[in-house]
């Protein structure tokens, strides 16, 4: 009886390890669907973005690195603004905030112009759970079909893949 009990819990345990690995995200994976409002209320889809090169920042105004990291985003939005003026790159940021006051008054005082969104759930949003996120900042590039092309890059690493992304390639 006791070797059928500690079967029993092995197999559970080996097949919810595998269930949670098979949840987490990756490069070549289509992008879960984020559905919450903007900042200003309006309703947003991330499929309406489809067929542009689209970076996903998941931040929160409680993070101190991410914090840390908006003018290093800002500065990126600033260089790529003839591609998003011409619909080929968009950034969003994703807050896993949790009180929309103190989320607004970091996107002012930080003067985030990009589309910014929130469902306001903290972890509990359903974004963070879809893109297996357990630290921030974490973010996720997405080519023009919404598949994760990149995850988790910063910094100098995040600017060259965008870049060679968003530079016309000669004809084939």
């Not at 059928?4 to 559970?12: A, D, E, G, L, Q």
């Not at 985003?73 to 949790?98: I, P, Q, R, T």
């Not at 112009?113 to 996720?140: C, M, R, T």
Request: proline content about 5%; aromatic content about 10%.
């Amino acid at each position: 009886m006791m070797y059928r009990v500690f079967s029993t819990f092995i197999v559970c345990l080996v097949a919810g390890t595998c269930i949670a690995q098979s949840s987490l995200l990756k490069t070549g994976q289509h992008a879960p669907e984020i559905s919450m409002p903007r900042i200003d209320g309006q309703p947003f889809t991330l499929n309406a973005l489809k067929g542009r090169l689209i970076l996903i920042d998941f931040w929160a105004s409680w993070c101190a690195p991410c914090v840390k990291e908006q003018p290093l985003l800002k500065e990126l939005y600033k260089k790529f603004a003839a591609s998003v003026k011409e619909n080929k790159f968009e950034m969003v940021g994703v807050s896993l905030d949790k009180d929309k006051r103190t989320w607004e008054k970091m996107v002012a005082r930080l003067k985030i112009n990009w589309i910014q969104v929130s469902d306001l759930k903290f972890w509990k949003s359903a974004a963070a759970k879809d893109y297996g996120i357990e630290a921030l900042p974490f973010n996720v590039v997405l080519n023009e079909q919404n598949q994760v092309i990149a995850i988790n890059l910063h910094g100098k690493e995040l600017e060259a893949f965008i870049q060679q992304h968003l530079e016309p390639r000669p004809p084939e």
